[in-house]
């Protein structure tokens, strides 16, 4: 039954962070009335001056989206990072994968961007519709998926009603747990220390990624001698990590990355994330659905994760778009069942390649490390091979919503 003043809308997102925001932008071009609610009501900016610590390669296939939404001229304008190179190195056998944007014939491979700068630009679009309304801070308390729309009451006793909901509130998602919506998982042998270094040398617009037997330490190049740090390794070296003198974890990190870019000369704060992953086993209920790592969290190795939530976004908003312009009830589960075949395969497959990939680069036996040394040098030289991984890496392979599609501006 619904209560006396309930607040309607077409769609109700449950979580503002990049996923639920850019899924709010592409659902307002339909016409849509749509909520966004979070827990988080701080403002963004001003930004403090140094580099934030959590960061995201972002593929080209999400900087189109970011173009079509109109959120990523706002990106450029705080700041954004392009790359042209990505070096993967053994450490083990010594063999190394390298990968141009020259090869792909494209200018960059891709671009590093501070989480909370696609924020900024994001909230600053949510803030241009009028067809949006951000709700926050705000929690749901209460869930009803009822047979005529998805009713939820918030922590500060509002009620809010509309024919569909969308759960875009991150890994440990409260409406996939209220929905009773259940995930598969492993334990995670991995934590990751994340932080910005600067280094003595400059590493021209690359990445670099160096696969040690406890794990692999990821370099995001910002400006010429800055960059963003993601290691990977076991919880109780990354609690070490975090923990040591900031001259020592500089020396620790710089024989991590052999010393590649120079001398690492300082670092930023350092913050332990727990890497959990985990696959929801059904995306959609009747009026719900979930995106982003609300249905599923990935291993950050290949720094797809944000990339597959906002291709989640854009597929959603397609099926909900379409269904809306035909006249369909866009919270029908058949309409809502095309979004999770469309997205479900290609998302496991993701996170299943990033699994496999981290369990090889773990074996530290002779023989084994000889042969897996061989086989990257094959591969490095195999361009035909390499040109349908760069384009994979830079997310334009594949089934893709039509959004991204385009070449974007
Ligand atoms: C160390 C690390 C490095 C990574 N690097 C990359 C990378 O380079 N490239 C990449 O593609 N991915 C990367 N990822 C993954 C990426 O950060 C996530 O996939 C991404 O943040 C998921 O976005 P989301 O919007 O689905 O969820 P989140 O970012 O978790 O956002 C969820 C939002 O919901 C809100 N919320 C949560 N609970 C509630 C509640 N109960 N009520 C109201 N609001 C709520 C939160 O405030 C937040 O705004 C990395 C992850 C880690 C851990």
Not at 53 to 65: G, K, P, Y
Not at 111 to 137: G, Q, S, T, W
Not at 222 to 251: G, N
Not at 328 to 357: C, P
Request: glycine share 10%.
């Amino acid at each position: 039954m619904s209560p006396l003043h309930e607040q309607r809308y077409d769609v109700i997102i449950a979580g503002g962070g990049m996923v639920g925001s850019a899924l709010a932008c592409l659902l307002s071009g339909h016409g849509l009335e749509v909520a966004v609610i979070d827990r988080d009501g701080a403002p963004l900016e001003p930004f403090p001056a140094t580099y934030a610590t959590r960061t995201s390669a972002i593929t080209e296939a999400t900087r189109r989206l970011f173009v079509a939404i109109g959120a990523w001229r706002g990106m450029q304008a705080r700041r954004v990072f392009p790359y042209r190179t990505m070096e993967v190195r053994d450490a083990g056998s010594g063999a190394r994968l390298h990968f141009d944007s020259a090869d792909a014939g494209t200018p960059d491979l891709g671009h590093i961007v501070e989480n909370r700068v696609i924020l900024a630009a994001l909230r600053e679009r949510l803030a241009e519709h009028r067809n949006i309304h951000l709700i926050a801070p705000a929690e749901p308390a209460a869930l009803h998926l009822d047979s005529d729309a998805a009713r939820l009451r918030l922590d500060d006793g509002r009620h809010l009603a509309a024919p569909l909901l969308v759960a875009a509130d991150g890994g440990r998602s409260r409406i996939r747990e209220l929905a009773g919506l259940t995930t598969w998982g492993w334990h995670g042998d991995h934590h990751a220390v994340v932080t910005w270094v600067r280094c003595a040398e400059s590493h021209q617009n690359s990445c670099y990624q160096r696969f040690l037997p406890d794990g692999p330490v990821g370099f995001l190049g910002f400006d010429p001698h800055h960059a963003s740090i993601v290691w990977s390794t076991t919880p109780e070296r990354a609690e070490a990590l975090a923990a040591m003198d900031e001259a020592v974890f500089c020396a620790e990190l710089g024989a991590a990355l052999e010393h590649r870019f120079g001398a690492v000369e300082a670092c930023g704060e350092r913050a332990v994330w727990p890497l959990v992953p985990h696959h929801a086993h059904h995306y959609t209920r009747p009026r719900l659905a979930l995106v982003g790592d609300a249905a599923h969290r990935i291993h950050p190795l290949a720094g797809q994760g944000v990339n597959i939530g906002l291709l989640d976004a854009a597929a959603l908003a397609e099926v909900i778009g379409e269904a809306h312009r035909s006249g369909r009830e866009i919270g029908d589960h058949a309409v809502l069942r095309r979004y999770e075949r469309w997205r479900k395969g290609d998302n496991l497959t993701v996170q299943l390649a990033m699994e496999a990939i981290k369990r090889l680069f773990a074996v530290d036996a002779t023989p084994f490390t000889a042969l897996r040394g061989t086989g990257l040098r094959l591969l490095d030289r195999a361009e035909p091979i390499k040109k349908p991984m760069i384009r994979r890496a830079m997310g334009l392979s594949g089934d893709l919503p039509r959004v991204v599609k385009s070449s974007g501006g």
